[in-house]
């Protein structure tokens, strides 16, 4: 059992990752999964949960925490009417089942598997903030069927692996077709939405009865750590949404993709070791 000291200092780490994971929900439009996951990978570590699944049950208490947020950053921003309802309505389908195959697949992939992913992902994303930001573009329309349901399939899929609400690719995809960056962050609340809700359900059956899990979970869901990070994510989540429209877009990318950088050679060091 660690010191009470430390389990407060975790406390106060899980408490500040929920506030930074709701900015960034309402900011970018994103869940806020980029931040939680590494976080819960370190805590679940620590409190001496086992490696086979202490991957998974990070990525499934992220997913269960992306529900509320996105929600609530949907909310904030379609009262803004900046949200692209049509291509939302067209991957009603598409991207809710890439995230069940999300689930599907992370099932029967180790833990040391949905790290390297994330991993790779988070430097992928990063290089591309970085070096390409909004400044590359593939045409001024968004293309039709099927390649849209083959995109908005894949984006749940790469979601639902990484614990992550979609905003990173959904904010690429749309501005590399000429979307304006407030509208694909707008957006991408909504497909936060779609990816969270039948991914936490998935997690849950995915892990339900398996071994090693921490008291206080359902399936790759743990509520404790649920509790904690909840109420303070949803308290800064609108916040987050004002400051989208306000604050220098390019700052806040660059300062999001150096965290992703360390979040991935994290990662990839844990791997190694």
């Known amino acids: 059992m660690p010191p009470i000291a430390d389990i407060l200092l975790f406390a106060v780490m899980l408490a500040a990752a929920g506030a930074v994971a709701g900015l960034l929900a309402g900011v970018f439009g994103i869940g806020g999964g980029a931040v939680l996951v590494p976080v819960f990978y370190q805590v679940f570590g620590y409190a001496g949960i086992p490696e086979e699944v202490i991957m998974h049950l990070a990525v499934g208490t992220s997913t269960a925490l992306i529900v509320p947020t996105s929600i609530r950053s949907f909310q904030a921003h379609r009262k803004r009417g900046a949200v692209d309802m049509e291509l939302l309505k067209g991957w009603m389908v598409a991207v809710p089942l890439g995230a069940l195959a999300a689930t599907v697949v992370a099932a029967y992939v180790s833990s040391e598997g949905l790290r390297l992913f994330f991993a790779v992902m988070s430097l992928v ?9 909004n400044r590359m573009h593939l045409g001024t329309e968004l293309p039709g069927q099927p390649a849209r349901f083959l995109t908005g399939s894949a984006i749940g899929l790469f979601s639902g692996l990484m ?7 959904n904010n690429t995809f749309m501005t590399l077709y000429g979307r304006p960056i407030h509208q694909a962050v707008a957006t991408s609340s909504g497909v936060g939405v779609l990816i969270s809700i039948p991914a936490f359900f998935g997690f849950i059956y995915a892990g339900w009865g398996e071994a090693g899990l921490p008291p206080f979970s359902t399936g790759f869901v743990n509520w404790i ?3 904690v990070i909840f109420p303070i994510a949803m308290l800064v989540t609108p916040y987050g949404a004002q ?3 306000r604050l220098n877009k390019r700052q806040l990318e660059m300062g999001f ?3 992703l950088l360390f979040v991935s050679a994290r990662f990839f060091w844990s791997l190694v070791g």
């Open 125 to 133: 994303l990063a290089a591309r903030m970085l070096f390409l930001s």
């Open 163 to 169: 614990g992550v609400g979609g905003g990173v690719f």
């Open 225 to 227: 750590a649920f509790a």
């Open 243 to 245: 400051l989208a429209h």
């Open 257 to 259: 993709a150096v965290f």
